[in-house]
């Protein structure tokens, strides 16, 4: 059986304001043998606040996950193994564990569905969790995070890619949401201004 494994990423918000923090799970869905991986992605230029020692400011990579192997089946497990990394303003990459791709256990209770460790949240974490900071000079506008996940099979290394869509709010975009937001606060409070005087009637 080929192994055959793709990357998926959710951030924590899709439209952001300069200086918001982003949060991104990452996970790795899949079948087959495989003993590691690597995922790399890439920040566009600018993207992230940067401290001094040039990387992202408040910014961190964390994987969850490793393995270990039962003595008395010989089965390979995924295992909760956190381990924290500086994240890199623009180009980052991380190894994989084995744990990310055995199998966990029957994803449908009766039904023989593999699944594995790098599909599930690991004590309420993602299996790769990513933290950043937006730079408050980030481009306004949209942007696109590529994340690659590289894993061997026995013939070649194979590749997945996914595109990681988030949107910087420019001043106008920011000032308009502020705006709706009050014009609604004001108009519920005016809807209940009129519900009150009705039943004083």
């Not at 990452?26 to 690597?38: D, N």
């Not at 199998?103 to 974490?125: H, I, P, R």
């Not at 106008?172 to 009050?182: A, D, G």
């Amino acid at each position: 059986m080929k192994p055959s494994f793709e990357v998926v990423a959710r951030a924590s918000k899709q439209a952001l304001n300069p200086g918001d923090k982003l949060e991104i799970a990452i996970y790795v869905s899949g079948f087959g043998p495989t003993e590691s991986g690597k995922l790399g992605f890439y920040f566009p230029i600018g993207f992230l606040a940067e401290d001094p020692k040039s990387v992202a400011k408040g910014g961190s990579v964390v994987t969850n996950l490793s393995s270990k192997k039962d003595p008395a089946t010989n089965v390979v497990v995924p295992l909760w193994d956190s381990h924290p990394f500086p994240l890199g303003v623009v180009g980052n990459s991380v190894l994989l564990d084995e744990g990310f791709f055995v199998t966990k256990g029957d994803a449908v209770s009766g039904y023989l569905v593999s699944t594995t460790g790098g599909e599930f949240d690991w004590k309420g974490q993602a299996p790769v969790k990513i933290t950043a900071i937006v730079s408050k000079m980030a481009a306004r506008g949209d942007h696109t995070i590529p994340f690659i996940l590289t894993y061997g099979t026995a013939d070649a290394m194979e590749t997945s890619r996914f595109d990681l869509a988030v949107h910087v709010r420019s001043f106008v975009e920011r000032r308009f949401y502020v705006i709706l937001v009050v014009v609604l606060a004001v108009l519920g409070t005016g809807a209940g201004v009129i519900a009150l005087l009705l039943r004083l009637k």
